[in-house]
């Protein structure tokens, strides 16, 4: 069996959930969204009482209370490295077993995630078969483009705006309603810009020293022409 992971990283509003999802379909790998399985966490514990010692994930020895990761979460910044890597490990070990290949858009997101997850998905995958996109924009249409953001009623898409999406009232993948994201107010567009510059865009370092090439791709192109030379590269 073809093995395959394809990493997208990139400033907010690069379009790398646009281009995770379409890559996905066109090469059938399973979407990984951090998000999904950070929500699926803090549901999970929302059930809890606050008392509860479930509130709580070990890691190497040290304590992660899920509820203080959840506000950390709603305030636009990233959750503790430790708590999160625990968690997307455990996944990717899963959907390997499952077969799946994977693409990334959301992970790694510190250097400390990329140096836990990086060593597992070679041992799993094979380093040969993992292809890296930066996805470039500029910060100008970085803000510009958050700050115009919709997300899908149904699907929680994630609709980057742009020339092609800035009339959509419905998602083009599903035909739910469009609505403006909650998280999405220029004090945490901000906040996460300034995450991905301090703590995103180092990785870049990280890929080198495993000998792992960056590809970059001119973000700033339409959906389609960012979404071909990504391919063409792939394959
Ligand atoms: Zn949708």
Same mark, same amino acid.
């Given at each position: 069996m073809n093995r395959q992971i394809v990493i997208l990283f990139g400033?907010?509003?690069?379009g790398k959930g646009t281009q995770a999802e379409l890559l996905s379909e066109k090469l059938n790998?399973?979407?990984?969204?951090t998000s999904k399985i950070l929500e699926e966490k803090f549901k999970e514990i929302q059930k =809890? !009482?606050?008392?509860? =010692? !479930?509130r709580f994930v070990e890691v190497a020895g040290e304590k992660f209370d899920v509820l203080k990761e959840k506000q950390l979460w709603l305030d636009g910044k990233l959750c503790s490295p430790p708590f999160v890597t625990l968690l997307i490990k455990e996944k990717i070990r899963k959907l390997y077993e499952e077969g799946e290949n994977i693409i990334f858009s959301g992970s790694p997101r510190t250097i400390y995630e990329a140096e836990e997850e990086l060593p597992l998905l070679e041992k799993l995958y094979g380093k040969e078969n993992i292809k890296v996109f930066y996805i470039e924009i500029s910060p100008e249409q970085t803000i510009y483009r958050n700050s115009n953001r919709k997300i899908c009623e149904?699907?929680?898409h994630s609709i980057l705006f742009d020339k092609e999406t800035k009339d959509l009232t419905i998602c083009p993948l599903d035909g739910s309603k469009l609505l403006k994201r909650e998280l999405d107010t220029p004090e945490t567009i901000k906040v996460r810009i300034k995450e991905f510059q301090d703590?995103?865009?180092?990785?870049i370092d990280v890929y080198k020293k495993r000998n792992i090439v960056v590809n970059k791709i001119k973000g700033e192109q339409s959906i389609s022409n960012v979404f071909k030379d990504i391919l063409a590269i792939i394959r």
């Open positions: 400033p907010p509003g690069a790998l399973f979407n990984f969204e =809890l !009482k606050e008392d509860s =010692l !479930k149904l699907m929680r703590r995103t865009y180092p990785i």
